[in-house]
């Protein structure tokens, strides 16, 4: 068949795959902000850094995504050249447990770490939910106390404080999975699969609600959408456990332990968690870490399935308009707990492990809600070109500012319109440019243009007169660049 000259070639469109986003200048900018703030109280708690592949073996993975629909288990995974299954990262913690169960030999024990970087995740995106995103770690394995447990919630408190989330705009709620087997001791169910149905439906509490979480325990309900979703089928004195597991935060402390212990009743495992819960906040009082930063909350459920003692969750209590301008709260930033068993997957022996994981995107998310990060980061001051024969002067110009510390650039563009230059400076979000022409250079002086200032002023002169007597540029010896640009960069911050 002869090829169609007149066809033209398919262009790829220049969109990123479904569920991921390009993060620019700003974006990151704050982010690693952020990640240097909260990588400075782990360092002071003495967590040493950890950074392993982002790819791991999917066996080393292991299975523990729960959007098992998606292909691979909710898991990026390809086959390599060996027939060796291998996929990206979806947290941080499933690598910690092969790179512990490799080098354990080699590193203290207990081992404590940090790490930072994004994870993928095989799943349907929604609304601000992609499938690349940024985690951020800290763990202690080697451990089996639970003031290993109680650090991690101190840490997580100051962590919150760190980066800019105020006291009374946070809580740090505990549990333990310990009482919620103990619950499941009490109700009588023994069956693996029935007591899994149990666990998820108390997952569902933060959603439907205690009379929801009754029906599905129960015969089941009806959802939002009219379809009847079959419950778990206990019974009343079954269900009754549960419910009161659920229900038993009380006025204070020692009141949701004794609703507790009445959840459990004599049931060994049930009241051992108790016990740990009460250690908890006997280390935290200890600390100075009151119920208005770390509180026994009963009602943390989510995750249970995956922690084996205490779990805990960081969630932030101020208001927010959400998309329909209704006021709520913010929700949680992080969570984390105990979980003893995974680097049995490697030695087949337990090795206590507890740890916390903080979604940096959300956590910058509030700290704009809060107004503790500048939305808009000062670009490099912007060294102008006026002589194309003298691009030695001005590249040492821009040396002496950036060896002074000062971000700084010569314009690389087309020198010809100098009007371009100024609104290239201005898309840069420059706080200073610096201009050189041929009688600048023969007196020994330079201008230097107040961008910040300019820009503010200019929506305020209505006359020629006006703006020649603005003092957003100013003439100085070319030996005070350093100095005088340091000023007006002062100046551009002061305005912010």
């Known amino acids: 068949?002869?090829?169609?000259?007149?066809?033209?070639?398919?262009?790829?469109?220049?969109?990123?795959?479904?569920?991921?986003?390009?993060?620019?200048?700003?974006?990151?900018?704050?982010?690693?902000?952020?990640?240097?703030?909260?990588?400075?109280?782990?360092?002071?708690?003495?967590?040493?850094?950890?950074?392993?592949?982002?790819?791991?073996?999917?066996?080393?993975?292991?299975?523990?995504?729960?959007?098992?629909?998606?292909?691979?288990?909710g898991v990026f995974a390809w086959q390599d050249e060996d027939d060796a299954w291998m996929a990206l990262r979806y947290d941080l913690t499933a690598p910690l447990a092969r790179v512990y169960a490799q080098f354990r030999n080699d590193l203290p024990s207990p081992y404590r770490r940090y790490a930072?970087?994004?994870?993928?995740?095989?799943?349907?995106?929604?609304?601000?939910?992609?499938?690349?995103?940024?985690?951020?770690?800290?763990?202690?394995?080697?451990?089996?106390?639970?003031?290993?447990?109680?650090?991690?919630?101190?840490?997580?408190?100051?962590?919150?404080?760190?980066?800019?989330?105020?006291?009374?705009?946070?809580?740090?709620?505990?549990?333990?999975?310990?009482?919620?087997?103990?619950?499941?001791e009490t109700t009588g169910v023994s069956d693996a699969a029935q007591q899994a149905d149990v666990l998820r439906t108390i997952d569902k509490f933060d959603k439907v609600g205690i009379a929801g979480v009754t029906e599905l325990l129960g015969k089941g309900r009806l959802d939002a959408s009219g379809a009847y979703i079959d419950g778990v089928g206990l019974t009343e004195m079954q269900a009754a456990p549960v419910?009161?597991?659920l229900t038993s935060k009380g006025a204070d402390a020692s009141a949701t332990i004794a609703n507790l212990r009445n959840a459990v009743g004599g049931s060994d495992i049930g009241l051992a968690g108790i016990s740990e819960l009460e250690t908890i906040g006997e280390l935290m009082a200890a600390g100075g870490y009151g119920s208005d930063r770390v509180e026994i909350d009963p009602s943390v459920v989510r995750g249970l399935g995956y922690y084996t003692g205490p779990v805990f969750e960081a969630e932030l209590t101020f208001e927010i308009l959400d998309a329909k301008g209704r006021k709520r709260q913010f929700?949680?930033?992080?969570?984390?707990?105990?979980?003893?068993?995974?680097?049995?997957?490697?030695?087949?022996?337990?090795?206590?492990?507890?740890?916390?994981?903080?979604?940096?995107?959300?956590?910058?998310?509030?700290?704009?809600?809060?107004?503790?990060?500048?939305?808009?980061a000062n670009g490099p001051v912007v060294v102008t070109v006026m002589d194309r024969d003298r691009m030695s002067d001005y590249q040492t110009m821009v040396t002496e500012l950036r060896n002074a510390g000062i971000r700084a650039e010569m314009y690389m563009g087309n020198p010809k319109n100098f009007g371009n230059q100024l609104k290239?400076?201005?898309?840069?979000?420059?706080?200073?440019?610096?201009?050189?022409?041929?009688?600048?250079?023969?007196?020994?002086?330079?201008?230097?243009?107040?961008?910040?200032?300019?820009?503010?002023?200019?929506?305020?002169?209505?006359?020629?007169?006006?703006?020649?007597?603005?003092?957003?540029?100013?003439?100085?010896?070319?030996?005070?660049?350093?100095?005088?640009?340091?000023?007006?960069i002062a100046r551009a911050e002061g305005l912010k």
Request: with cysteine.
């Open 331 to 376: 929700g949680s930033v992080a969570g984390g707990g105990r979980y003893d068993d995974l680097v049995k997957r490697f030695t087949g022996q337990e090795v206590p492990a507890t740890g916390v994981s903080i979604g940096v995107d959300r956590l910058l998310a509030a700290l704009r809600e809060k107004g503790r990060m500048d939305e808009i």
């Open 424 to 488: 290239y400076a201005d898309k840069r979000n420059s706080p200073v440019a610096v201009i050189e022409g041929g009688d600048e250079k023969a007196n020994g002086v330079v201008q230097i243009k107040d961008l910040a200032l300019g820009a503010r002023l200019s929506a305020e002169i209505e006359t020629a007169e006006e703006w020649k007597k603005q003092p957003a540029q100013m003439e100085i010896k070319r030996s005070d660049l350093v100095a005088e640009v340091r000023k007006m």
């Open 243 to 245: 419910l009161a597991f």
């Open 116 to 184: 930072m970087g994004p994870v993928w995740r095989n799943e349907k995106p929604g609304p601000g939910r992609y499938r690349q995103f940024y985690q951020c770690d800290a763990d202690t394995v080697g451990a089996p106390s639970v003031a290993a447990d109680a650090e991690i919630c101190s840490m997580l408190s100051d962590t919150l404080e760190s980066v800019g989330i105020p006291r009374g705009d946070y809580l740090v709620r505990v549990n333990n999975r310990k009482v919620l087997n103990g619950v499941l």
């Open 1 to 73: 068949m002869a090829k169609d000259k007149n066809k033209k070639p398919m262009r790829p469109k220049a969109l990123p795959p479904k569920g991921f986003r390009d993060y620019f200048g700003t974006d990151v900018a704050q982010r690693n902000a952020m990640l240097s703030q909260i990588t400075e109280v782990y360092h002071r708690y003495g967590f040493d850094a950890l950074e392993s592949p982002a790819v791991e073996t999917v066996e080393a993975l292991g299975k523990f995504l729960p959007d098992v629909d998606r292909p691979n288990e």
